[in-house]
């Protein structure tokens, strides 16, 4: 795996596949890393094996606390729980799988609520990925996670993942209203604060464009698997059955969010929920 570590301000950046931190003996998520013996603390931002995964050995190698934001420590101590849930909590056969609900499971040491974070070190609850993703400020240095997707995410995956769209949109309002001089997203190139400021306006627009699409194409009701397979149409999504239901999510995060801004309504017809405009 390839890795280039770089420093900002008094912070190390090991950049590979997943970007991590390492301030102050606290390591924020995990990668296949050498770390010092003395680990005080692994600082996860949420649930995802690419961010956990490793989380587990160095636990058994340093007594590192692991910590973790309540609200995701369940899926870090029983990744399961992830695969059940996409799948309306039935058992998906394993190709439906993503590789990223999957991974070790760690026990959770400490929530990010209740750890008593000390000088230029702290949290910034982030959610809309996850429920629980958090971000973590060390000296200037904000560790957003998954929480912002730059121009490089959205030319690669049309549909990225969010649970819940309107929390995704004021984690991004708290990122650009948070003082710090870089923004080191877990996927993608470090920003400084002026960049992020575009990159939030374009994962902005973004999101406004598939609300914009899924209101155009509700003109005429549609059930929740023609909507979904209008959407991943117009899109032109690959088809992979892994890939299938993160997109299932994401597209039932977007209406979800237009349902709680009443921009949308929606009734159980002939067996199916149908979907429409609210007018
Ligand atoms: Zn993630």
């Given amino acids: 795996m390839r890795q280039k570590v770089i420093e900002l301000n008094d912070v190390k950046c090991i950049l590979g596949k997943t970007n991590v931190g390492l301030y102050e003996n606290h390591l924020i998520d995990t990668a296949v ?3 010092p013996l003395d680990l005080k603390a692994i600082l996860i931002t949420h649930g995802h094996a690419d961010h956990f995964a490793w989380a587990s050995t160095l636990q058994k190698r340093t007594r590192a606390l692991v910590v973790a934001p309540k609200e995701d420590a369940f899926l870090i101590e029983l990744p399961e729980v992830n695969v059940r849930g996409m799948f309306n909590w039935a058992r998906p056969p394993v190709e439906m799988t993503t590789r990223f609900f999957l ?46 997707y ?6 690669r995956h049309k549909l990225p993942y969010s649970i819940d ?18 923004l080191v997203p877990s996927h993608g190139a470090v920003m400084s604060k002026d960049e992020s400021v575009g990159q939030i306006a374009l994962h902005l627009e973004h999101l406004a464009q598939i609300d914009d699409m899924i209101l155009r194409l ?62």
Wanted: hydrophobic share 40%.
């Fill in 33 to 35: 890393i050498d770390v």
């Fill in 218 to 279: 509700l003109k005429n009701p549609l059930s929740t698997e023609e909507l979904i397979y209008a959407v991943l149409k117009e899109l032109n999504v690959q088809d992979n059955l892994a890939q299938y239901w993160l997109s299932v999510t994401t597209i039932k995060g977007h209406l979800s969010g237009l349902a709680s801004t009443y921009k949308v309504a929606y009734d159980i017809m002939d067996h199916r929920v149908c979907w429409k405009l609210n007018e």
């Fill in 165 to 182: 769209v309107e929390l995704t949109r004021r984690s991004l309002d708290a990122i650009e209203n948070t003082a710090f001089d870089w």
């Fill in 150 to 155: 730059s121009k490089a995410v959205w030319e």
């Fill in 103 to 148: 991974g070790e499971p760690c026990r959770v040491d400490r929530y990010t609520e209740e750890y008593p974070f000390e000088g230029t070190i702290a949290p910034l609850p982030l959610p809309g990925h996850t429920m629980g993703h958090t971000g973590y400020l060390c000296d200037g240095v904000l560790f957003a996670g998954d929480a912002l």
